[in-house]
Every structure is written in structure tokens, then in C-alpha cells.
Nanobody, 116 residues
Framework: QVQLVESGGGLMQPGGSLQLSCVGS????????MGWERQAPGKQRELVAE???????NYAGSVKGRFTISRDNAKNAVYLQMNSLTPEDTAVYYC??????????WGRGTQVAVSS
């Protein structure tokens, strides 16, 4: 059974930083594209960042230059370093993993709130 478990969310002041972590189990994540999506209240879920098995990264325009995605295949983990947070970054953040066959998995999410 494939599972993704996120951690690291919380409340942060504007301008602050948080690092999200996601650890997977149940399959070989090294061949998966790993990523993060988020859903803010009243809005559609959107891609934040993703990293392919080959290390190519893709970011949403709203986070480019502020967020950094990385992965550790030995630990089946993906991370999201979030800097210069703004209230617009407030959302539930979901870890994702998409395999070569198009099978996709999501974690349960971790809440990030940015407020003064």
C-alpha cells in the first residue's frame, strides 16, 4: 500500500520560513515524480512544485524564487523549503507522487498558515 505522510506545517509570520517534509512507503519512489500541491480555502488545488526522478524541477510562478523542492531517494523523501512566506501561501499542502504509468498518489496534507 502506497502512503505519503507530510510533516512540517504550522503557523508562521509573513516573511518567515518553513520546511515541509514528506516520506513515502510502499513503492520505489526513486522512479516517481514527486511534488507538492496546495489548496487554499475557497480555491482550487494547484501545483506548487515538482521534481522528476532525474532531478528536473518545476515551480508555480507564484512561488518561484521563494520555494525550493528537493528529494532524497534513499529516504523516499521530498522536501519543500518555503521562504519569504506571505498570507497568500496559506493553504493545505499535499505531497504527491506520480509514477511512470501515470498512477498518482497524494498524502493527507499539512496545514500552513501565514499570519501576523
Amino acid at each position: 500500500q502506497v502512503q505519503l505522510v507530510e510533516s512540517g506545517g504550522g503557523l508562521m509570520q509573513p516573511g518567515g520560513s518553513l520546511q515541509l517534509s514528506c516520506v513515502g512507503s510502499g513503492t520505489r519512489f526513486s522512479i516517481y515524480t514527486m511534488g507538492w500541491e496546495r489548496q487554499a480555502p475557497g480555491k482550487q488545488r494547484e501545483l506548487v512544485a515538482e521534481i522528476t526522478s532525474g532531478g528536473r524541477m518545476n515551480y508555480a510562478g507564484s512561488v518561484k524564487g521563494r520555494f525550493t523542492i528537493s528529494r532524497d531517494n534513499a529516504k523516499n523523501a521530498v522536501y519543500l523549503q518555503m521562504n519569504s512566506l506571505t498570507p497568500e501561501d496559506t493553504a493545505v499542502y499535499y505531497c504527491t507522487a506520480e509514477g511512470p504509468a501515470g498512477n498518482k498518489y497524494w498524502g493527507r496534507g499539512t496545514q500552513v498558515a501565514v499570519s501576523s
